[in-house]
């Protein structure tokens, strides 16, 4: 055995058994999915808090690092469910012992407890599987798809079609880690789920019914495909067809990249740094100047003095305007204000009665009679309807005829044409 080798296990092995936390270890092959559900129960426990109403959150992290190996993911919905690990190592990471911190954190009673999974890698190499086909699952949440009863399903049911010998799960990736977008809270919408299943015999008729043309066709144009083995599937899965991926692994090409040459990491010799001497010359600053300050402030003052010759020197004035002007327009134009003027004055002098809107009107809640309001000094949009038929000015009273023994009396307007008072509804009443 390698001393190297040798030693890094002791190592990890002291570690392990000299931790004053719980520890557990686990084997794991490379190239198949693997799972490790984190119990709440047990760590509600731990933290004396009560399991089905403690909020209890975990944090993992490989030993020794911030955060997890790149290959290893961790999911936990709320604070109320359990915590899975899950991945898939890789060919380099066998033989490796890869040992995670898992901490939980009760929220109500603020107590962590710790947990150590040692995880052991050991190689699959001896049982390859060249064909390898992705399934998109729409109906499933990737925590959903690791529990052990569901995945025995779907692989039952892919094993039903394919026909292998041999058939493994090799991957699982939720569809959010391919750029997929957090479904609506709506309809119990999930978030879709990757699997990948690998077999040692090649792909069955059913599964090469998504590369035919018509069913490309029909996947380009957005409409399912026509697959006769969808109907072993629909009871539990919804499979996403146009998006299956049939890979074998015999016919990739494999592409070597090189790498480039770091080098040795030390500069060449080029000989020694040279700084400026302590003496610099003065810098004249003038012409800089000039060009920033002078010349805009005598642009800026030329325009200046153009525009206000513009505005104030080329003015015609009244009396050049008069000048230019025949005499007749202006006798007309003089004649004219003269009129407007005369006019406006004969307008204020004139006396006439008031329009009925100023008389007196009687309040329309108490009866009481309100003063004239002047024209000049109120809205005539709110002057009320309601006028009175006493104690106005120009009317005239005039007995009538005995009904029953009492007289009556009657009113009349005095009506005014021009100034002069117009007698005729008056004569006439009297005349009755």
């Known amino acids: ?23 557990e270890a686990v084997f794991w092959r490379n190239s198949q999915i693997h799972s490790y559900f984190i119990n709440r129960q047990r760590a509600a426990v731990q933290t004396n808090g009560d399991a089905s109403n403690d909020p209890i959150t975990f944090n993992t992290n490989l030993m020794g690092y911030p955060d997890r190996p790149g290959w290893l993911r961790y999911i936990q919905r709320t604070p109320f469910s359990d915590g899975v690990l899950y991945g898939s190592p890789t060919a380099e990471h066998v033989g490796k012992a890869t040992i995670i911190e898992i901490t939980a954190y009760n929220r109500r009673t603020f107590e962590t407890a710790r947990h150590n999974l040692v995880i052991n890698i050991m190689s699959a190499d001896d049982f390859p ?12 949440n990737v925590e959903e798809m690791l529990a052990s009863e569901v995945l025995g399903d779907f692989l039952g049911a892919v094993k039903n079609v394919w026909q292998p010998e041999r058939l493994n799960a090799i991957n699982i990736t939720s569809a959010l880690d391919r ?25 069955s008729s059913c599964l090469k019914e998504v590369e035919t ?6 996947c380009s144009q957005e409409m399912e495909p026509m697959v006769s083995c969808d109907k072993k599937f629909r009871a539990q899965f919804n499979i996403d067809w146009c998006k299956i991926s049939l890979v074998d692994i015999t016919r990739v090409v494999s592409v070597i990249k090189e790498k480039p040459d770091p080098g040795s990491g030390v500069l060449p010799d080029i000989g020694e740094y040279n700084p400026p ?3 610099l010359k ?25 525009l206000g010759y513009a505005m104030c020197c080329r003015r015609e004035g009244v009396e050049k305007r008069n000048l230019q002007t025949p005499d007749i ?30 008389l007196p009107v009687f309040h329309p809640v108490s009866g009481e009679i309100v003063p004239p309001l002047h024209p000049d000094s109120f809205e005539t949009t709110s002057m009320p309807l309601m006028q009175t038929q006493a104690n106005l000015q120009n009317q005239t009273q005039i007995p009538q005829q005995p009904s029953g ?16 008072p117009e007698e005729r509804k008056l004569t006439e009443a009297l005349n009755l």
């Open 1 to 23: 055995m390698d001393p190297v080798a040798f030693l890094v296990c002791v190592s990890i092995a002291h570690v392990v058994s000299t931790a004053d936390v719980k520890h």
């Open 129 to 140: 599987l060249p064909y390898q086909a992705e399934f998109y699952i729409k109906n499933m």
């Open 179 to 203: 750029g997929g977008r957090v479904p609506l809270p709506i309809n119990d919408l999930k978030e879709g789920v990757y699997v990948m299943v690998g077999a040692d015999v090649p792909f």
């Open 213 to 218: 043309p018509q069913n490309q066709l029909r």
């Open 277 to 279: 001497s302590d003496s």
């Open 282 to 306: 003065s810098r004249d600053y003038f012409s800089d100047f000039l060009l920033t300050l002078a010349v805009p402030s005598a642009v800026a003052m030329v325009l200046f003095i153009i």
């Open 329 to 358: 327009q202006l006798v007309h134009h003089s004649s004219i204000q003269k009129s407007t003027k005369d006019l406006r004055n004969m307008s204020k002098n004139r006396e006439i009665s008031w329009p009925l809107s100023t």
């Open 405 to 420: 023994g009492n007289y009556c009396m009657s009113t009349f307007r005095r009506l005014e044409v021009n100034g002069i």
